[in-house]
């Protein structure tokens, strides 16, 4: 098991280049299978949440390459419909893979999918969007069975706007018979993204990135060159580490309209913020003012992905934050580690009640999920003194090479093999 040894204290200068977004790249490895032609994604990032999608392709019959940071996925010989029940519970993506299996074999068979451990995370919504496809399930011993004649279009209402969801029903629609519409849908960029990568096969989508939908099925998909979105939490992460350890950061690679509710609250505590083209340079440090109220919403509200770390930044802000997660019951698994730092925070609930201190101190920490993970880093590389954090694989799961583009800023940071 890896761990992390920080010495924090130290401003943070320099650039920092984004990834690809995974939210974004794990749709794309499952609408891959959607052609029997050749899918190459550039700038895939190197991260265990696609490292495992691409084995759930393998597993597939898919034949995949992955070098440098190009990954030619080539399923023209794929056969297998059933996702390994390891492999789904190791990543709560493998849901997407129901919907593009389906439209490709006519069936599907895959366990209850895994991922971080952040509430309930149903997916009631995929479920009942590809039934309203004319997809029959039967769900038995913690396995979801699919099967279908052929995918009819439908008109589509989602009773909350779950990304997944969206996600899952454009995978299946888009080779189905007719027009699908699906309202009251997410509005995340990687929708969007999805959208445009399809669009690319010869997909008729349109509406990415508003409420409604709308996916005129057609009869095939060949295949493609991409380059995925930046990620924009990657991108938040980075922009929260300067503004809690100072200094001056160039975000590159990035597109600063997705992550204008963080911008706004940066700029709020009296952080510097230049957006220029693909850049967003930061200037954090001196005195932090209270971030007061923060709420996780779907896009364009503040992301929950981003709570974590944000709820880290809050610690060392001048007087009261509440911090309430919308989208995510037990969200919170970051916070008995902040506290053990030194915060003072208060959970009732879905809110997090955060009264400001001037500094957090080192202490050895366990990442619990991925984004808990990335917060309780930056808590220790901006602490005084030194920290450990363990049970790295969360992070990993998200984040490529997280330690060394931190380290690449000036962070004192290692990752050591115990
Ligand atoms: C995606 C992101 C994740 C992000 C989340 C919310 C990926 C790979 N993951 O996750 O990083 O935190 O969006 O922005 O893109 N819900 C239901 N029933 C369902 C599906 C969802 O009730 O069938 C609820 C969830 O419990 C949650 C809310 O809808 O409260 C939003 O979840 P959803 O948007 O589906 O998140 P994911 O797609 O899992």
Request: one cysteine or more; aromatic letters at 4%.
């Given at each position: 098991m890896d761990k992390f040894i920080?010495?924090?204290?130290?401003?943070?200068?320099?650039?920092?280049?984004?990834?690809?977004?995974?939210?974004?790249?794990?749709?794309?490895?499952?609408?891959?299978?959607?052609?029997?032609?050749?899918?190459?994604?550039?700038?895939?990032?190197?991260?265990?949440?696609?490292?495992?999608?691409?084995?759930?392709?393998?597993?597939?019959?898919?034949?995949?390459?992955?070098?440098?940071?190009?990954?030619?996925?080539?399923?023209?010989?794929?056969?297998?419909?059933?996702?390994?029940?390891?492999?789904?519970?190791?990543?709560?993506?493998?849901?997407?893979?129901?919907?593009?299996?389906?439209?490709?074999?006519?069936?599907?068979?895959?366990?209850?999918?895994?991922?971080?451990?952040?509430?309930?995370?149903?997916?009631?919504?995929?479920?009942?969007?590809?039934?309203?496809?004319?997809?029959?399930?039967?769900?038995?011993?913690?396995?979801?069975?699919?099967?279908?004649?052929?995918?009819?279009?439908?008109?589509?209402?989602?009773?909350?706007?779950?990304?997944?969801?969206?996600?899952?029903?454009?995978?299946?629609?888009?080779?189905?018979?007719?027009?699908?519409?699906?309202?009251?849908?997410?509005?995340?960029?990687?929708?969007?993204?999805?959208?445009?990568?399809?669009?690319?096969?010869?997909?008729?989508?349109?509406?990415?990135?508003?409420?409604?939908?709308?996916?005129?099925?057609?009869?095939?998909?060949?295949?493609?060159?991409?380059?995925?979105?930046?990620?924009?939490?990657?991108?938040?992460?980075?922009?929260?580490?300067?503004?809690?350890?100072?200094?001056?950061?160039?975000?590159?690679?990035?597109?600063?309209?997705?992550?204008?509710?963080?911008?706004?609250?940066?700029?709020?505590?009296?952080?510097?913020?230049?957006?220029?083209?693909?850049?967003?340079?930061?200037?954090?440090?001196?005195?932090?003012?209270?971030?007061?109220?923060?709420?996780?919403?779907?896009?364009?509200?503040?992301?929950?992905?981003?709570?974590?770390?944000?709820?880290?930044?809050?610690?060392?802000?001048?007087?009261?934050?509440?911090?309430?997660?919308?989208?995510?019951?037990?969200?919170?698994?970051?916070?008995?580690?902040?506290?053990?730092?030194?915060?003072?925070?208060?959970?009732?609930?879905?809110?997090?009640?955060?009264?400001?201190?001037?500094?957090?101190?080192?202490?050895?920490?366990?990442?619990?999920?991925?984004?808990?993970?990335?917060?309780?880093?930056?808590?220790?590389?901006?602490?005084?003194?030194?920290?450990t954090v363990t049970?790295l694989?969360?992070?990993?799961?998200?984040?490529?090479?997280?330690?060394?583009?931190?380290?690449?800023?000036?962070?004192?940071?290692?990752r050591i093999?115990v």
């Amino acid at each position: 098991m890896d761990k992390f040894i920080i010495e924090g204290g130290r401003p943070l200068y320099g650039e920092v280049e984004i990834q690809a977004a995974k939210n974004a790249v794990l749709p794309l490895l499952a609408a891959s299978i959607l052609t029997d032609e050749r899918v190459i994604i550039h700038r895939c990032p190197r991260i265990r949440d696609v490292l495992n999608m691409i084995q759930i392709l393998n597993e597939l019959g898919c034949r995949t390459s992955f070098e440098r940071e190009t990954l030619v996925i080539d399923s023209a010989d794929a056969a297998n419909h059933e996702i390994p029940s390891a492999l789904a519970k190791e990543l709560r993506s493998s849901i997407f893979m129901l919907g593009s299996v389906i439209a490709r074999f006519g069936k599907a068979r895959i366990a209850y999918p895994g991922g971080c451990d952040i509430g309930l995370r149903p997916v009631d919504l995929h479920l009942k969007g590809l039934k309203s496809l004319h997809v029959r399930i039967e769900e038995e011993g913690g396995y979801i069975n699919c099967a279908c004649d052929r995918l009819n279009g439908a008109d589509i209402l989602l009773d909350c706007p779950s990304v997944g969801a969206t996600e899952n029903i454009i995978l299946a629609s888009v080779k189905g018979e007719g027009t699908t519409v699906v309202r009251n849908a997410a509005k995340e960029p990687e929708i969007c993204d999805l959208q445009n990568f399809l669009n690319k096969m010869g997909a008729k989508i349109s509406g990415g990135g508003t409420s409604t939908i709308r996916i005129e099925g057609v009869k095939r998909l060949h295949g493609v060159e991409y380059t995925p979105m930046p990620d924009r939490i990657e991108a938040g992460t980075f922009l929260i580490a300067a503004a809690m350890c100072g200094g001056e950061l160039e975000i590159k690679g990035v597109f600063a309209d997705n992550i204008a509710a963080l911008l706004h609250k940066l700029r709020e505590i009296s952080c510097k913020i230049t957006v220029k083209n693909d850049k967003i340079y930061i200037k954090g440090g001196g005195v932090r003012k209270s971030l007061r109220m923060i709420e996780t919403m779907p896009y364009p509200g503040f992301p929950t992905d981003l709570q974590a770390p944000i709820t880290a930044l809050a610690c060392i802000c001048e007087g009261a934050t509440v911090i309430v997660e919308n989208l995510f019951e037990t969200r919170f698994k970051h916070v008995p580690e902040l506290i053990r730092m030194g915060a003072d925070i208060t959970v009732r609930g879905r809110a997090a009640f955060v009264r400001g201190v001037p500094v957090l101190h080192g202490a050895d920490l366990v990442a619990g999920d991925l984004r808990g993970g990335a917060a309780l880093t930056l808590a220790a590389v901006s602490a005084e003194g030194k920290s450990t954090v363990t049970d790295l694989s969360h992070i990993d799961r998200g984040y490529s090479g997280f330690e060394y583009k931190l380290a690449g800023v000036g962070a004192k940071i290692r990752r050591i093999r115990v």
